[in-house]
């Protein structure tokens, strides 16, 4: 995912440039965060009752595909009244009307190609669950790369291209579920429908605050610097925020992970968490050392100004990617409130900061109100973790010589594969 997402974002930054990008980001995250609010949790609740429930899987999937979909259809009906306050104060009158409306019609299918996902997850399909996440991007870049030989991309052509691929995965989602036989009971069933949306609310603000401290420095800078700004800033973010590739993959087999087993993840989280930071850390350490002649030769010299928010970002990147181990182990633990509650503390940050220092410092600023948010996020997080499980701060923060001679040994096993298979070829 990570080298699909590489590629693609270097056609789409040449493609577009700082200003198309900048548009393409804010239309992306505009949508993101308002399925986030109209969604009510559905969505991870659903994965948590498959990873438990023996029985019933049908009803739980046919009241989430159901649930989420109205939703859905408040949430556009919602925005197309209130659309003209939106792009006055939002977006700042910098959209076209016909891009906002396409990305209103994308919800309902990015909405069950979602769910698809959180279903194999909940059923601990994880083969099928990972090809889903690869299958949008995949099929995104062939798109891409065609539409780039024949024709010049824009805003319109990249965002139909991420339609259709997000369909393409919702068909071959509903394809796989037949072949399994599995029917959701698309009749919604009232005990599943209070359920679902008991455990997804319990999480729900946590979720939306997450995903403003995210996201709401996009706004803030299409205010404050412009829409190129925007377009320099979310380069930044994207190639820091794919050393979250590491945590969130982590983090997203823990959580069901947890729920199946919660007295053994009391033992095996620390471990995991010490290790993502460890990998993430080091991964941050390389991408900082390169990153100036990077984007520059990569991306273009329109994208300089990305570097100094990109390395500001690394220590909150780093940061949070204990929190995202922590946050999914509570939730497994049944306890979803407990992002909401560090999710909650860093959106003040957030917003505070972000007011505070993009102003005065434009991209850099956000990029260093984040870092800082992101760390506030993490703090609460590892409190409520070690109050919980009753492991120490240490346990979870730093790598330790077993962990060590684990490495070294898996690099010794490989050594030793790879030499015999030069044997065998030779």
């Known amino acids: 995912m990570f080298g699909i997402a590489f590629v693609t974002s270097i056609i789409i930054a040449r493609s577009l440039g700082p200003d ?3 548009q393409l980001t804010l239309l992306t995250t505009f949508t993101g965060i308002l399925s986030l609010i109209t969604g009510l949790g559905v969505t991870s609740a659903t994965m948590y009752y498959l990873s438990h429930e023996r029985v019933q899987k049908e009803q739980i999937v046919g009241s989430s595909i159901v649930l ?9 009906l919602l925005v197309i009244l209130l659309l003209p306050i939106v792009d006055r104060l939002i977006l700042k009158n910098r959209l076209p009307m016909s891009l906002i409306f396409l990305s209103l019609l994308l919800l309902p299918i990015l909405t069950i190609s979602g769910t698809w996902s959180a279903v194999f997850l909940g059923m601990q399909k994880i083969g099928r669950f990972n090809i889903l996440r690869m299958v949008p991007g995949i ?9 780039l030989a024949l024709t010049r991309l824009n805003v319109l052509t990249v965002m139909v291209s991420s339609g259709i691929a997000a369909a393409c995965t919702a068909f071959l ?30 999480g729900w603000l946590g979720t939306i605050s997450q995903q403003f401290n995210y996201r709401l420095d996009v706004f803030i800078v299409n205010i404050f610097v412009g829409v190129a700004g925007v377009g320099q800033y979310s380069l930044a973010v994207t190639l820091a925020e794919s050393l979250w590739y590491i945590p969130d993959s982590v983090s997203t087999i823990l959580m069901p992970r947890t729920a ?16 993502t930071v460890f990998i993430t850390a080091v991964g941050a350490v390389i991408m900082a050392l390169v990153s100036y002649p990077f984007m520059t030769l990569v991306y ?6 990305s570097v100094s928010p990109f390395l500001a970002l690394l220590p909150g990147i780093i940061s949070l ?18 992002g909401a509650w560090s999710s909650t503390v860093s959106l003040v940050v957030t917003v505070v900061l972000d007011f505070l220092l993009i102003p005065r410092m434009g991209i850099t600023g956000a990029a260093l109100a984040s870092t800082l948010s992101y760390t506030c996020s993490t703090l609460v997080l590892l409190y409520l973790y070690v109050r919980f499980s009753g492991n120490s701060p240490v346990s ?31």
């Open 260 to 275: 199946a087993d919660p007295q053994a993840a009391l033992s095996f989280t620390p471990r995991v968490a010490r290790n």
């Open 139 to 147: 099929v995104h870049l062939g798109i891409l790369t065609v539409l």
């Open 300 to 305: 273009g010299n329109r994208f300089a100004p």
């Open 396 to 426: 979870v923060l730093f790598i330790r010589s077993s962990d060590l001679a684990f490495y070294v040994a898996t690099l010794k096993k490989l050594t030793s594969r790879m030499q015999r298979y030069s044997a065998t070829d030779g």
């Open 321 to 338: 990617s204990l929190g995202k181990v922590l946050a999914n182990d509570l939730a497994g633990h049944g306890k979803p409130e407990s």
């Open 173 to 202: 989602g509903a394809y796989w579920l037949r072949v399994m036989h599995f029917r959701p009971k698309l009749r919604p069933s009232i005990k599943w429908r209070k359920a679902l949306l008991g455990y997804g609310v319990r």
């Open 20 to 22: 198309g990008k900048g």
């Open 68 to 76: 989420q979909l109205l939703l859905n259809l408040v949430a556009i």
